[in-house]
């Protein structure tokens, strides 16, 4: 899996999860999520339901991703992966660009660090190239905790790299066919732009 350096693995987006159908990438690092159906996840599942799916893979996960907003109502499962030692990402998604989002995004990530987050990841769907510049602009800014930022719809694929350049941790791309979000790279394209721009720059 040279294409990657860590796998997510939605486990929303699976019929049967329980069947473990990641299980063939042993040695592989894995982010599990299970996205809440308004943050863009299928079958608009319960927090119940998506703490239960969580749960059932902490022994395998290296990260888990958990919107800020269910942080509450799924404390339990974060509580879990603390003591097993699981990070997890603090997420929030715009998929409509709103104007105000990018000065929203500095306090949200005050507030996963302050719930135990190990980062938090934004992503905002972008209009105009003055949104990718604050988008990129809130990497310079001193923060408690790692930031994973990219922009959504056309200017996402700039906006992926360009942040990556930034510090931007957890930079996504797709395996397979399609893309999971407006404007993704493929994995294997996005890691070697990001190779490629890093040895530019120095």
């Known amino acids: 899996m040279a294409a990657c350096d860590l796998l997510e693995v939605r486990l929303d987006l699976l019929e049967h ?3 473990r159908p990641w299980a063939h990438l042993s040695g592989l690092p894995i982010l599990f999520t299970a996205r809440r159906g ?3 996840g299928a079958g608009d599942l319960s927090p119940e339901r998506r703490s239960q799916l969580l749960e059932s893979v902490l022994e395998e996960a290296a990260l888990i991703d958990v919107e800020l907003v269910s942080a509450g ?12 030692g699981v ?4 997420s929030w998604h715009d998929f409509e660009g709103r104007a105000d989002s990018f000065g929203k995004i500095p306090a949200m990530a005050e507030q996963a660090a302050t719930a135990g987050a190990a ?4 992503a905002v769907r972008l209009h105009h190239m003055a949104d990718l ?3 990129a602009g809130l990497l310079t800014q001193p923060l408690p905790l790692p930031l994973s930022l990219m922009g959504m719809g056309r200017l996402a694929p700039v906006s992926r790299l360009l942040c990556a350049q930034y510090g931007s941790v957890l930079n996504y791309g797709y395996l397979g066919d399609a893309p999971t979000a407006p404007g993704q790279w493929s994995a294997g394209l996005l890691k070697a732009a990001v190779s490629a721009s890093e040895i530019g720059l120095t």
């Open 133 to 135: 510049a604050k988008l």
């Open 119 to 122: 980062c938090f990841k934004a």
């Open 87 to 90: 990070p997890w990402v603090a």
């Open 38 to 40: 308004d943050e863009g």
């Open 17 to 19: 999860p329980e069947t």
């Open 73 to 84: 109502e799924m404390a339990g499962v974060l509580e879990k992966s603390a003591a097993l």
